[in-house]
């Protein structure tokens, strides 16, 4: 992409801007179209610049007094001074043509100002001045003036057509409302404008996101960012030229942090000569390279329309019935009620401080001034397996939608994200549900509540005012630092994260312990009945056992009974090259059984989970791929191998977790085989009882009496 950057006098003195069409800028400084200030002149340097040399003269830009004076040769020296460090990592041609002696610039002044000299009279005659009026007085006709008189690098930006002009404001205004919330590439802008039945606004679109921009409805952003620019404005003026040369030519040697301006990642960027804005070094991020190439050059336009704060209308009467309603275990009500009220005192915090803002500088800095200033609030709900989260965020669901706020449920697998629609349609039948994955239809489509995996919120900004993430220690959302930015990036200032899990980080664990995370545990199932205890058999590893062509007795019968009662029986392996053997083994041991395996390496694996959820399949041997997001009625779980260094604490209580979900079989059995007791194991093992504990002493456990009758 490539811009012009220009200087733009106002009654608060000179500032720097950057354009994709310059003629929208005149329009809006200098024909009083800019809603805080009026321009009264504007320099606009004639020279196309690549997007990422432009914003970095952009943000160091250093107005002067002497600018009041300066005529084009002032102007062209300023220019050539600020250019001179980007220039380091363009091709030689491209360098010689932003060498002083080739810059040009057009110095435009408003209608009603008074010619500064006699040199601006003479300009004004040229044909860019006559489009820069036009621009001013809205043209009524496509411009047919001969162009011989403009620069090159303006030839064919002739005068907008009226029809333009005139529906300049309410077109931009569509674009940054389709766009609200997102962070797309160029090429997605397109496609989801013809998406959205907009497709009349493409071939304008430099002109309307430019209008968008000046109005504060849009940003604009390069693919990547220099991060040690920053420091530069902290310097003293007379510095900050030789420093960033010298940050430029760090380019060459890796030495200066760059990021991807979508995702945010420093590493994988590779770097490679670019035929579109002529660098040695254009860099491509490959972290994100799934979902569309981001550049150096690419252009990234930031949707920044807010809805209103409604909340003053959708005052809630009752927030107990509000609860009630949805027939939660005492558990579940409880953990919601404390979510929603740690909602409600961000909600009230955020409201103080608009408030403060608006009584301090006015109503119109609370629209973006303020958002940057809210603090967006983090709850976790630490709920057992099997404890019905997705039941317990259905009154955060609503009361955010009743506050006129969006929801965004992210989890890291598509089968989740197809599972929960269904479910969260039959909840709010009257709101739209969006649903976003790989190969998704619904892309581009605008929801009440957007379902999504953690890949697709990459094209979302301060979107939804209610970020829930599940399963945020499941693979891939654990231990990535891009979708962890991704998601913190989607969530809206002043918003609220609810992180809902059965085994949260040891570092989420250690600041609930320290006070710094509000949470909710939920320390029992639906059913009231304790969490299965896992039970210990000491045995030879899979591989002995698999050398040995022989499994312990004491295993072969533990299964036998397994079987015997009508159980499933989930055998849990670290390896995918033992799925296979140990099916034949086990099919010799356990004759008349039909025993199966499945991996991620299986791609048949979701018939298998159908056949296995039918009972067709009754023992299915498997790895960490189903350790979670399955749920088959009267399990029981064997876990060989269970002190191998891929089980952590966290797997090991997933895969237990798969035992006693069903009300008719709370009490399943869950094995944990292996040569030795390892800490990973200890510490499951006391996590499944601290939870236990818990359930008990808050009263949320049935009685004996009570939960024999219910399993009779």
């Given at each position: 992409?490539q811009v012009?950057?220009?200087a733009?006098?106002?009654?608060y ?8 069409d ?10 009083g ?7 009264s002149?504007l320099?606009v340097?004639?020279q196309q610049?690549?997007i ?5 003269v ?7 007094e002497?600018?009041?004076r300066?005529?084009?040769q002032?102007?062209?020296r ?12 363009l ?10 002696e ?5 110095i435009?002044?408003a ?5 500064t000299?006699?040199l601006f009279v ?11 009026e ?6 009524t ?5 001969d162009?011989?008189?403009l ?12 029809e ?11 674009i ?11 090429e997605?802008l397109?496609?989801l404008?013809?998406d ?18 000046l ?7 390069a693919g ?7 420091d530069?404005?902290k310097?003293p003026?007379?510095s900050?030229i ?10 060459y ?6 990021c991807?301006?979508?995702c ?10 670019c035929s ?5 070094q254009?860099?491509?991020?490959t972290q994100?390279l799934n ?6 050059c ?9 809805r209103?704060d ?5 005052l ?9 309603k949805w027939?939660l275990?005492p558990a579940?009500?409880e953990?919601s009620?404390q979510?929603?009220?740690y909602?409600d005192?961000v ?5 103080d401080a608009?408030?403060?803002e608006?009584?301090t500088?006015?109503r119109r ?6 958002r940057?200033?809210?603090r ?14 997705t039941e317990?965020?259905?009154p955060?669901v ?10 965004l449920?992210?989890?890291?697998r598509r089968?989740?994200?197809l599972?929960?629609?269904p479910?969260i ?5 009257a ?10 239809p619904?892309?581009w ?14 094209r ?7 970020a829930i993430?599940d399963?945020?220690?499941?693979f891939?959302?654990h ?5 962890q930015?991704t ?7 002043g918003?609220v994260?609810?992180?809902?899990s059965?085994t ?6 250690q600041d609930?312990r320290r ?10 199932r ?12 000491t ?16 295993l072969?019968a ?5 079987v ?7 055998v849990?392996?670290?390896r ?11 099919r010799?041991r ?9 991996s991620?390496?299986?791609e ?7 056949q296995?959820r039918?009972?067709?399949?009754r023992?299915?041997v498997?790895?960490?791929?189903l350790e979670r997001?399955v ?6 779980v064997?876990?060989?191998?269970a002190?191998d ?21 709370p009490?399943g059995?869950?094995?944990f085989?292996?040569?030795?007791w390892?800490r990973?194991?200890?510490s ?8 236990n504990?818990?359930?008990a ?7 004996g009496?009570d939960?024999?009758?219910r399993?009779?």
């Open positions: 992409m012009r950057i220009y733009v006098r106002t009654e003195g000179w500032h720097s801007g950057i354009t994709v310059w003629r929208v800028d005149v329009r809006f400084w200098l024909a179209e800019g809603s805080l200030s009026r321009g002149k320099v340097l004639h610049l690549p990422q040399v432009g914003i970095a952009l943000e160091h830009f250093m107005p002067s002497a600018m009041e300066w005529g084009e002032g102007w062209v300023y220019f050539a001074d600020i250019l001179s460090p980007c220039v380091e990592v091709e030689e041609e491209a360098k010689r043509r932003l060498m002083q080739h810059l040009a610039v057009a435009i002044e209608p009603y100002s008074e010619p000299s006699k003479m300009e004004k005659q040229k044909p860019m001045y006559r489009v820069a036009q621009s001013i007085a809205y043209a006709t496509q411009w047919d003036t162009q011989s008189g620069p090159a690098s303006f030839l064919g930006e002739g005068v907008l057509q009226a333009v002009w005139s529906a300049m404001h309410a077109d931009a205004y569509r940054a409302y389709e766009i609200r919330g997102r962070l797309l590439l160029e997605e397109i496609q404008l013809r959205a039945g907009a497709e009349h606004l493409i071939a304008s679109r430099y002109s309307l996101i430019q209008w968008g921009w109005h504060g409805w849009l940003e604009l952003r990547m960012s220099l991060t040690r620019l920053d530069v404005g310097l003026n007379a900050r030789s420093q960033l040369k010298r940050v430029m030519r760090s380019l040697k890796a030495s200066v942090t760059i991807c301006g979508r945010g990642s420093s590493e994988g960027l590779s770097s490679s000569s579109t804005c002529h660098s040695v254009c860099w491509t991020c994100c979902v569309g190439r981001c550049r150096s690419a252009i990234l336009i930031a949707g920044k329309l807010y209103g409604d909340s003053a209308a959708a809630i009467s009752n927030r107990e019935e509000q609860l009630e027939g275990a579940q009500l953990a009620r979510a929603l009220d909602i005192g909600r009230a915090k955020n409201q608009r408030q403060t608006m009584n500088f006015g800095s609370t629209v973006q001034g303020t940057r200033n809210l967006k609030g983090a709850f976790l709900l630490w709920a057992v397996t099997g404890a019905g989260k317990m965020i259905f955060l609503e009361d955010t939608l009743l506050h006129g706020g969006r929801v449920i992210a989890t890291p089968d989740v994200v599972e929960l629609k479910r349609e039959k909840a709010f039948p709101q739209k549900v969006v649903t976003l994955y790989g190969g998704s619904e892309r489509r605008d929801g009440d509540i957007t379902i999504a995996t953690t890949h697709q919120l990459i979302f900004e301060e979107a939804f005012e209610l993430i399963e945020l220690d499941a891939p959302y231990n990535d630092p891009m979708l930015r998601a913190e990036r989607a969530c809206m200032p918003g994260f609810v992180y809902l059965a949260p980080p040891e570092a989420m664990q609930v006070g710094k995370l509000s949470h909710a545990r939920v320390p029992v639906f059913h009231r009945h304790p969490l299965p205890i896992p039970m210990r058999i045995m030879p590893s899979v591989a002995q056992c698999l050398s040995a062509h022989g499994l312990p007795a004491i072969l533990r299964m036998n009974y397994s015997r009662r009508g159980a499933q029986l989930f849990f392996l670290s995918i090259r033992q799925v296979d053997p140990l099916v034949r083994l086990l010799e356990i004759p008349g059984v039909h025993i199966d395996g499945t991620a390496a299986d048949s694996r979701g018939d298998k989970v159908i296995f039918e009972r067709n399949i023992v299915l498997t790895t960490t791929i997001g749920t088959v009625p009267m399990s029981d064997f876990i060989l191998d002190d260094r891929l089980f952590d604490a966290a797997s090991l209580v997933q895969m237990a977790g798969r035992a006693g979900r069903s009300k008719d079989d009490a059995l869950v094995v085989g292996s040569p030795q390892n990973s194991q200890r499951a093992v006391r996590q499944i009882r601290d939870m504990r818990i359930a002493r808050k009263g949320y456990l049935l009685s009496a939960r024999r009758q399993i009779g």
